[in-house]
Structures are given as structure tokens and as C-alpha cells.
């Protein structure tokens, strides 16, 4: 077996949790491979010397900023993503410090499900292609007033938004930038994403949840400098005036590792602050 091991140097202990991570895996005849810069660090092997097809786990050591920058930088990698929580809202990235070794021990064992979440794919006019596990979002970046966005499903005109943007989200990302924009919270399982407007001038423009069938067209308006799209917070073009993207479901999958320790629901009512039953 071959795991992959991405420790976050802007966390607070992460290569010391690393490096004792490594030695736990070693000890157990597992190889651990880590990005070059790291390996003295943590006494793992570079990932630059050994066939990527095989690495079984990919672990991700932070908070789910971590694991959206290793699914972009890794996209060629199949294997599943475990998240190692150092951070302060962790949706993905769900082990806890106090149980990264028996999380680990359940990994080696096969007590875990792999989770299979919707990725969307984004093409603009010059045929290039993005990836987003979380949202698409267009937005009106450094200019200073709303803009206008038309949009299409299936070739069908749905509305014009005059508005600082809007959000494509995943369910995946339901919980992130969408949330924080007023939309809804869709369980991960659902095959469906969410358009949710940022900051719109009608009252009237909600979000709306459709079927990760459709495909939506987009279309920036406004004669005014360009805007900005962004993946995931990772990746980002620009956009001028009568440019259009399409926005689709990939074919290919988010695959995250879902340990029997842990569920998405007391994830959800932990990091949300909800307080349950009333007493």
C-alpha cells in the first residue's frame, strides 16, 4: 500500500504530526510519499520517484481549503482523500486530532466507505476546461458596481441577474460560499447543485436547486471591465463583456474517504453551532 501524506506548513505542529504519522505507517510496512520539499521533514519518500496510479490514499493535514487545493493540484490522482482536521470548520476534512491514529488504524483495517461526490466542469470560449469540487463562482471581482449575468439551462433563458455574481455550488460546497450567500444546505449524496446570487438588486432572486442534469449557459452583460471566475478559490479567469461559459456535471468524481467514526450529519450540527433538542 502507498499513501500519500500533505501536511500543511502554514498549520501550527502539522509536520511534527507528520512525521509521526509516517513512522506509524511505516512501522506497518506501508510506504509514505510526501511532495519533495517535505521528505526530510517527515521522513517520507518523494512522491516525484514513485508511479502516482499507485497510490492508494491521499491524506490531507489542515481544513477543507487543504483538500480543494490537493484535488486541483492532484487531478490525475484517483485515489480517495482522507481529511486530517487542523483547522477551524472542516466539512471534508473530519479526523480530529485526538483520533488521527485510530482513524488511521480503521483506514488499514477497510472500516471506511469511499464517497463519490459531483465535480463541475466549466468551459469558456477559448475551449479550456476547469474543474470545481465546491462552486464556480462569477463575480464582479474589482469593479465597484453590480453587473449583469444572463443565464440559460439547457439553452433555455432563466434569468438575468443583476447582482455582485452568483454561485454554482456542489453539494459538496453547499455548506461554503453558497451558505454564506444565503443558500441552501444540500446533502452531499444529492445529484443536484445550487444557483445562488451574491448581493442581487431584487429581493426576488433566491437560489434555486436543479437537477445536475442540466447545463447551464452563462453569459456576462454588463459593458463595463472584465469580472472574474473562480474554482473552488484555486483557479480564475477572467471574463469580457458577451463572453459566455458553459457549466456542466464532469464525469469525473470527488472521491472521499468516509470513516465509520464519523457522519455528516454530527459534522453539520458541530460546525454550524446547532443546539439540538431544547431542554
Keep these: ?8 506548513e502554514r498549520k501550527l505542529h502539522s509536520f511534527d504530526l507528520a512525521k509521526g504519522i509516517c513512522d506509524y505507517f511505516k512501522a506497518r510496512n506501508v510506504t509514505v510519499v510526501a511532495d519533495d520539499e517535505y521528505v526530510d521533514k517527515i521522513g517520507a519518500k518523494k512522491i516525484s520517484t514513485i508511479d502516482r496510479t499507485q497510490i492508494s490514499f491521499l491524506i490531507s493535514m489542515g481544513g477543507d ?14 485515489a480517495p482523500i482522507a481529511g486530517i482536521n487542523l483547522g477551524h470548520l472542516g466539512f471534508m476534512a473530519d479526523i480530529p486530532i485526538p483520533d488521527i491514529y485510530p482513524s488511521l488504524q480503521d483506514l488499514l483495517d477497510g472500516k471506511f466507505t469511499i464517497e463519490e461526490r459531483l465535480i463541475l466542469e466549466t468551459s469558456n470560449k477559448n475551449k ?7 462552486e464556480v463562482v462569477v463575480h464582479r471581482g474589482g469593479y465597484h458596481s453590480l453587473v449583469e449575468i444572463s443565464m440559460q439551462v439547457d439553452g433555455k433563458y432563466l434569468n438575468t441577474f443583476i447582482a455582485d455574481g452568483i454561485i454554482i ?12 450567500a444565503g443558500g441552501p444546505i444540500l446533502s452531499p449524496e444529492l445529484d443536484a447543485y445550487v444557483i445562488t446570487p451574491i448581493c442581487a438588486h431584487t ?8 437537477s445536475s442534469n442540466h447545463t447551464l449557459q452563462i453569459q456576462y ?13 484555486v483557479d480564475t479567469f477572467s471574463m469580457e463583456t458577451g463572453d459566455s461559459i458553459t457549466v456542466k456535471k464532469s464525469s469525473q468524481k470527488f472521491k472521499l474517504v468516509n470513516l465509520q467514526r ?18
Aim: charged share 20%.
Design 169 to 180: 455550488a456542489t453539494p459538496n460546497g453547499s455548506t461554503a460560499y453558497s451558505l454564506a
Design 203 to 210: 429581493i426576488s432572486n433566491r437560489p434555486f436547486v436543479l
Design 262 to 279: 464519523h457522519d455528516y450529519y454530527s459534522t453539520l450540527r458541530t460546525k454550524l453551532n446547532w443546539s439540538g433538542k431544547l431542554h
Design 1 to 8: 500500500m502507498i499513501i500519500a501524506l500533505f501536511p500543511n
Design 221 to 233: 452583460l454588463s459593458k463595463n471591465p472584465s469580472i472574474e471566475v473562480h474554482f473552488d478559490g
Design 128 to 134: 479550456e476546461k476547469f474543474y470545481a469540487v465546491n
Design 65 to 78: 481549503g487543504t483538500i480543494l487545493r490537493l484535488s486541483h493540484r492532484f487531478s490525475d490522482i484517483e
